[in-house]
Each structure stands twice: as structure tokens, then as C-alpha cells.
């Protein structure tokens, strides 16, 4: 799917170039629609195995307010289940358990205006932000990739501005 803005498939109406050399993508968004009011509300649950669970929840709506003028909005929250586990994290305050979840949430507003039947301005805006905790490497043996200890775990203490 898409790296970066995380747009859902609501707000996704083509996807162009998807077999393209170099891997171009061109993602045209869902525009407002002028002749219909409508929305969808989407709902789900995820589980990271050795790990947390996580829920996903999404809403779109489009609103013809006159034959001139439209709206759509939409807005997303997405919680992804932390699966590595810090065992030194307890002698700094930090969790030991599950500690790398992410929380991504945003949201996009577009609007639409018609001059006659030649003519359409859009406006819209997209908005993401992101929340990770932890790390998301594991403590392997270096001979055979495979994770130390018990599970995914790692031993290197990270603070929140990326030091160590």
C-alpha cells in the first residue's frame, strides 16, 4: 500500500503506474461528488502475533450542499500491537513488554466548487501524524539470524530523541 500518508481505500479512487519501472505511483483521491450524499464506517481488529492487539477504525462523508458546491471528509485511527519485548527497559520507567506499538491517525477534507459545466475548482487537505514507542529490531545471533533469548526481544535502551 502506500509509504507515508496512509491513505485508506475511502479516499483512494484510482491507483495509476502500479507496474511502472522504478516503482512510480500516482494515487488519484476520491473528489467530492455532486450528486450524492453518502459516507462508510469502517471497523476492525488486528493481532501481532507474540504480541498486542491492535484496532483500526475509519469514517468518510460526502455532502452535496448545492449544485455548486460539495465536501468530502474523511478521518482514520489505527493502533498497530507492539511485539518486542525490552528486558531492560523496567530500569529506565520504560515498558518491558510489547513496547514498540505504533498509533497513526489523520484525516483529509476536500472541497469542490462548479462555475458552470465547463468549469471546477478543488481544494483539499491532508493531514497524518504518527506515534511509535520503542524499537522495532530484535537481538539476533549474528551466525544464524535467529532471535535471542526468549521471543523478540532487544537489550539496547533508546530515549525518545533516538539516543542511546
Not at 21 to 48: C, E, N
Amino acid at each position: 500500500m502506500l509509504v507515508g500518508k496512509d491513505l485508506g481505500p475511502y479516499s483512494v479512487e484510482k491507483e495509476l503506474g502500479s507496474g511502472a519501472m522504478g516503482g512510480v505511483l500516482r494515487y488519484v483521491t476520491r473528489g467530492p461528488d455532486f450528486g450524492k450524499f453518502g459516507g462508510s464506517v469502517t471497523l476492525g481488529i488486528s493481532d501481532a502475533a507474540h504480541g498486542d492487539t491492535g484496532h483500526v477504525a475509519r469514517a468518510s462523508l460526502n455532502v452535496p450542499v448545492s449544485e455548486a458546491f460539495a465536501f468530502r471528509v474523511s478521518a482514520f485511527r489505527r493502533e498497530d500491537g507492539g511485539y518486542v519485548d525490552n528486558p531492560l527497559g523496567a530500569a529506565y520507567g520504560l515498558d518491558t513488554e510489547d513496547h514498540n506499538g505504533v498509533t497513526t491517525s489523520g484525516g483529509r477534507l476536500a472541497a469542490a466548487w462548479r462555475f458552470g459545466e465547463a468549469w471546477r475548482a478543488d481544494a483539499s487537505y491532508l493531514h497524518q501524524q504518527r506515534s511509535a514507542d520503542g524499537a522495532t529490531w530484535v537481538d539476533v545471533d549474528r551466525h544464524t539470524l535467529e532471535p535471542l533469548g526468549d521471543g523478540y526481544q532487544h537489550s539496547i535502551v533508546v530515549d525518545e530523541h533516538g539516543s542511546t
